[in-house]
């Protein structure tokens, strides 16, 4: 199963590559399941992957001039301040369990787990829903509403550094529905400010983490998802927007629907 998980990485950057998102929601599942890694620990283990993939697949999207700098750093600067907070003090206060009714224990693994399955669910169908998609005119997404996309990446922040993912299955949806952003700029933007949230985090997760880190075992796990990321750059170039935005909302429902299944029926 090991072998299969390190096969997996690859999915992890051909995923970051076309959907410019993606990245932990693989991470986490494939160091869980199949490498038989702790879900707390997974989730810091994450954020080293992703970051590290993404900061390649944003360079390669810069390249293009499919980044949109500005609205970058706009988004980045309190989602950075928030995941290295979170990590830093929210995450070790969350008690383990979580919760206990009667002969029920919510563990803090399985809160985590759910909560990233539920998340998933939500922003998948606000991706889906729409049947007519459009491209925004440059004058549209350049009138972008600053204060919800300051207010989003707080949000981001939050959730990557509690569910440890990068954020992208919420960033490129505040992209394209809040900041009208194109579809595939938003797709590159998103890969700069995931490097950024995921760096940070495991930043704040170097800084509290009292055990050994496996950095043999993240390096090689990176250097998979690398060689993904430049597979799923060349094939989102064919894609067109609207199928971009499809395929990304039904990748994270048939995920976020596996996870909530695994975790609550067959655990």
């Not at 609205?71 to 995941?83: D, E, K, L, R, W």
Request: glycine share 8%.
């Amino acid at each position: 199963m090991e072998i299969l998980g390190y096969i997996c990485a690859t999915l992890v950057g051909i995923s970051l590559g076309i959907l410019g998102s993606g990245g932990s929601i693989l991470t986490v599942p494939i160091m869980v399941y199949l490498m038989n890694v702790n879900p707390v620990d997974a989730t810091g283990y994450s954020l080293f992957v992703v970051g590290i993939s993404s900061a390649i697949g944003g360079i390669k999207y810069v390249r293009k001039n499919l980044v949109d700098i500005r609205t970058a750093v706009i988004f980045s600067v309190p989602s950075i301040a928030c995941v290295f907070l979170t990590r830093t003090f929210l995450m070790p206060a969350i008690p383990n369990p979580v919760l206990t009714i009667s002969s029920f224990t919510l563990s803090k693994e399985l809160f985590i787990m759910l909560l990233f399955a539920m998340l998933m669910i939500i922003v998948s169908w606000n991706m889906i829903r729409s049947s007519h998609y459009r491209e925004p005119e440059e004058t549209e997404f350049r009138n972008m509403n600053y204060l919800w996309l300051i207010f989003v990446g707080f949000i981001s922040g939050l959730l990557t550094g509690i569910v440890g993912v990068g954020g992208g299955f919420i960033i490129i949806p505040a992209l394209v529905l809040l900041a009208k952003v194109p579809v595939r700029m938003s797709v590159g933007t998103s890969l700069l400010i995931i490097a950024f949230n995921s760096i940070s985090g495991f930043a704040g997760e170097v800084i509290e983490r009292h055990e050994k880190i496996n950095y043999q075992f993240l390096l090689l796990f990176s250097f998979l998802a690398i060689i993904g990321i430049f597979i799923g750059f060349r094939a989102a170039l064919r894609q067109s927007p609207q199928q971009i935005r499809k395929m990304f909302g039904w990748f994270i429902l048939v995920m976020g629907v596996a996870i909530f299944i695994r975790e609550v029926f067959v655990r």
